[in-house]
């Protein structure tokens, strides 16, 4: 069936990878996006767009007959959170709040967040599940949290069909759609302009993690994956339900096993250095995504890191030869 859709962040990383699917998948999908990070030529061309604040832009146009929203748009950079904390509760729980209350006042029926494994800050145990201790070591983390308990609320009280996705470590890309932060600080896009020669050498945040070979392990999962999952939550989406489900591949790779593999697909050789630890990362962060199997149905395809590493740089070189 054709929905009505609006995608707020749309003209972000995964939010345009989703829009874009979405589209092509045949709803009617309208993005909104302030662009104070996403870029304008990211929304897909068939995708009405609407430069705006998300919760300003759905207290508008929400009454135009949607039938659900996915809401991507947030301030994302752990650091910033940290010395800039109301950025985060204002741009992200304050405006997720209202963008709750224009749905509520429109009657929009079906929601899907865009919520992170910072919610759970450094797990116990490994792979982490759903029912895992929400303990955010970030403020991101914590806004994240704040607006998942925020959306259980408002399901319950006013029925809407709510779904949180928790993501681990996007990476990859879908064609002319990936990511370009301004301010990268994500560990594949940095390693890969080493590789295009906008980076010198790539730090290694700590060596001496207790892992196979002390570096960090992260669950890195394929954008057009988590695209897909997004697609069937919309789907499986139940009424006065709030569902939360962890997204990723399910298998952790270190930091030097993602150089590793930058350095097949590029051919370049890539110098790394070892670096102190960024403060606050935990040692391994891998998604038990066994409750999306089960309840919507997903499997991750496309879990291969060298073709994960493939498509980030097909992205990477296709935009520096734009
Ligand atoms: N990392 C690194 N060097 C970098 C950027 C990241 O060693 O220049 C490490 C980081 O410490 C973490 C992993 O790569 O262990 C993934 O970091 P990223 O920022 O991509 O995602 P995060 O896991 O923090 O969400």
Redesign the pocket.
Known sequence: KTLKLMVTGGAGYVGSVCAARLVEAGHDVTVVDDLSTGHADAVHPDATFVEGDAAEVARRLLGDGFDGVLHFAAKSL?GESMTDPAKYWEGNVLTSLRLLEAMRDHGTKRLVFSSTA?TYGEPESSPIPETAPTQPTNTYGATKLAIDHAITSFSRAHGIAAVSLRYF?VAGAYGSFGERHTTE????P?VLQVATGDRER?????DDYPTADG??I?DYIHVVDLADAHQLALRHAAEGEHRIYNLGSGTGFS?LE?IEACRRTTGHEIPAAV?P??AG?PSV?VASSERAGDELGWKPERTDLDGIVADAWAFTRSRRNA
């Open positions: 752990v910072a470590n600080t994500h560990l594949i940095l790539i730090q290694i945040f700590g570096t960090a992260r930091v993602v670096a630890r960024r990362d962060l």
